[in-house]
């Protein structure tokens, strides 16, 4: 990528509390206690010479009630309080099509959308049926990335591609057939938006895949490649999809009504 510098908001919008042995696949197999472990929800917007790009779309207010989510703030709402405009249709990428992540994809109805050819395939795909694969997924909101598509707003690629100088999309699979991990340039370092590949930072550093899954040899693989980044200085920070103490990690700044938001690479 090029030389490019941009900042990374990351904004949590929503919570729940669960139990480590929901989160963690086949969490019995390493002989630990169960107990309780919260979890956050994200999306981010990074912001440069390119314009605003949208990170994924969060849960709608209805997928969120209906599995008992609690939001913390819209995050349409969130977006204009950051002066993002669905009319300023700004770029957004989509890491996978689960209902948090692709919730409010509607709402960007002339944006240009980035997702894996991978991902999108699937969803329109015969296994997608399958409960396993079905209970993460809203039927509206797979028809709406299905518009985007059929709009021809949709820019499906393959393995990698270079939203803007500095903003590179690459597919790593595991979680969903198109998990996309987004690498962008700041000040800070390139930093990895992981996504659902690493939803807590446990599951790296331990190799503990979360319980919903597509391939876990991909998964793995994922983690390792995160892992060799960090070590050969491709990422100089992996921010995880759903982990309470990513915002900790970095400075926080005055964000959107009832929500927190943290930056990296803040820009003057």
């Known amino acids: 990528m090029t030389g490019s ?20 696949l086949n969490y019995h197999a390493y002989g630990e206690p169960d107990g309780p472990m919260e979890m956050d929800y994200f999306f981010w917007v990074i912001r440069g ?30 977006l204009a309080e950051l002066g993002i405009e669905r009319a300023d249709a700004p770029q957004v990428i989509i890491t ?7 919730g409010n994809l509607s709402h960007f109805n002339e944006s240009p959308v980035v997702v894996a050819r991978a991902e ?44 803007a ?32 590949a690493v939803h807590y930072y446990e ?24 892992k060799a980044m960090l070590s050969d200085g491709r990422a100089a920070q992996v921010v995880s999809g759903h982990d309470p103490s990513t915002l900790d990690r970095y400075p926080q700044v005055p964000g959107p009504a009832g929500a927190k938001m943290a930056v990296i690479g803040r820009q003057a």
């Open 49 to 78: 010479d390119a314009g605003p790009v949208v990170v994924d779309t969060g849960f709608s207010r209805d997928a969120g009630r209906a599995r008992g989510r609690t939001m913390l703030i819209d995050p349409r709402e969130a």
């Open 203 to 226: 599951e790296m550093q331990r190799d503990m895949p979360f319980s919903s899954v597509a391939s876990l040899v991909d998964m793995y693989a994922a983690f390792a490649e995160l």
């Open 5 to 24: 510098q941009h900042e990374v908001l990351i904004v949590r919008y929503g919570a729940r509390t669960t139990t480590r042995s929901d989160v963690f």
């Open 165 to 196: 100088p500095g903003i590179q999309v690459l597919r790593v699979g595991g979680h969903t057939p198109g998990q996309s991990v987004v690498v962008v340039q700041t000040a800070a370092g390139p930093v990895v938006l992981a996504s659902d």
């Open 96 to 102: 996978h099509a689960h209902y948090d992540h692709i």
């Open 120 to 163: 999108a395939e699937f969803w329109a795909g015969p296994h997608a049926r399958h409960a396993l694969f079905r209970h993460a997924v809203e039927e509206s909101e797979l028809q709406a990335l299905a518009d985007v598509i059929g709009e021809g707003r949709a820019v499906l690629f393959e393995d990698r591609y270079e939203v």
